[in-house]
């Protein structure tokens, strides 16, 4: 197969796909193509979308690849399918950000970290399969154990978890910590980073990573 046929092919394959396409999927459409040359293919197409300044590039996240519009572009697509912006409330974003920091954790122990309780706000981000239960814990009553799934990389535009910004390591026995609730750990959408802010009262809001909670737009026919 020629390299720019199966330039072609990977474009069309991730134009299509609602949901990143993992190395191993591509290789197994394309047969012929070795993974190093499926990777170069999608650098090249992403300098071709570079240099043509595209509103779209393709992006590693949660274990493949994806064609998504760039964020500037959001509130536009938003208008086109009038819906308004995928948003978390700020309780919402606090305890996912717990969550995905310190995984797997029960919802009595979130909930000595936020100081409230967290049930509506854990249905929620269930809902919106942003978390799912990672099994129980040990002791009495077996409470569940939450974690981040496939999709909260996905909404962040992650790799992985180890993409997360590093954070100063916090533990449960912390009891300054855990007193302390005014000390949070907010994510800065502008430079991808955690910085610790003190706050007088609980945090309204923590801004994601990318897009401002936007996520990234997929690009889609059917919306």
């Given at each position: 197969m020629e390299k720019e046929?199966?330039?072609?092919?990977?474009?069309?394959?991730?134009?299509?796909?609602?949901?990143?396409?993992?190395?191993?999927?591509?290789?197994?459409?394309?047969?012929?193509?070795?993974?190093?040359?499926?990777?170069?293919?999608?650098?090249?197409?992403?300098?071709?979308?570079?240099?043509?300044?595209?509103?779209?590039?393709?992006?590693?996240?949660?274990?493949?690849?994806?064609?998504?519009?760039?964020?500037?572009?959001?509130?536009?697509?938003?208008a086109l399918y009038k819906r308004p912006p995928d948003r978390l409330s700020g309780p919402a974003l606090e305890t996912l950000a717990i969550i995905a920091y310190r995984q797997p954790l029960t919802r009595i122990q979130i909930e000595m970290i936020r100081g409230v309780n967290v049930d509506g706000v854990l249905h929620t981000l269930e809902e919106r399969n942003l978390i799912r239960s990672?099994?129980?814990?040990?002791?009495?009553?077996?409470?569940?154990?939450?974690?981040?799934?496939?999709?909260?990389l996905q909404h962040f535009g992650l790799k992985s978890l180890e993409e997360l910004p590093k954070l100063k390591e916090f533990k449960e026995s912390d009891l300054d910590f855990v007193k302390e609730k005014e000390k949070h750990e907010v994510v800065n959408a502008e430079t991808g980073k955690l910085e610790a802010q003190a706050q007088p009262e609980p945090v309204q809001s923590v801004p994601a990573k990318e897009g401002d909670l936007n996520g990234n737009q997929q690009i889609t026919q059917n919306g």
């Amino acid at each position: 197969m020629e390299k720019e046929q199966s330039k072609r092919i990977v474009e069309a394959l991730l134009f299509v796909s609602d949901k990143p396409v993992s190395l191993d999927t591509l290789k197994e459409v394309l047969r012929e193509v070795e993974s190093t040359e499926i990777r170069t293919i999608i650098e090249e197409l992403n300098a071709e979308y570079i240099s043509s300044t595209r509103s779209f590039a393709i992006k590693e996240i949660a274990g493949g690849f994806q064609m998504l519009t760039d964020p500037v572009y959001s509130k536009w697509i938003s208008a086109l399918y009038k819906r308004p912006p995928d948003r978390l409330s700020g309780p919402a974003l606090e305890t996912l950000a717990i969550i995905a920091y310190r995984q797997p954790l029960t919802r009595i122990q979130i909930e000595m970290i936020r100081g409230v309780n967290v049930d509506g706000v854990l249905h929620t981000l269930e809902e919106r399969n942003l978390i799912r239960s990672r099994g129980r814990a040990e002791g009495p009553g077996r409470p569940i154990l939450y974690g981040t799934t496939t999709e909260f990389l996905q909404h962040f535009g992650l790799k992985s978890l180890e993409e997360l910004p590093k954070l100063k390591e916090f533990k449960e026995s912390d009891l300054d910590f855990v007193k302390e609730k005014e000390k949070h750990e907010v994510v800065n959408a502008e430079t991808g980073k955690l910085e610790a802010q003190a706050q007088p009262e609980p945090v309204q809001s923590v801004p994601a990573k990318e897009g401002d909670l936007n996520g990234n737009q997929q690009i889609t026919q059917n919306g």
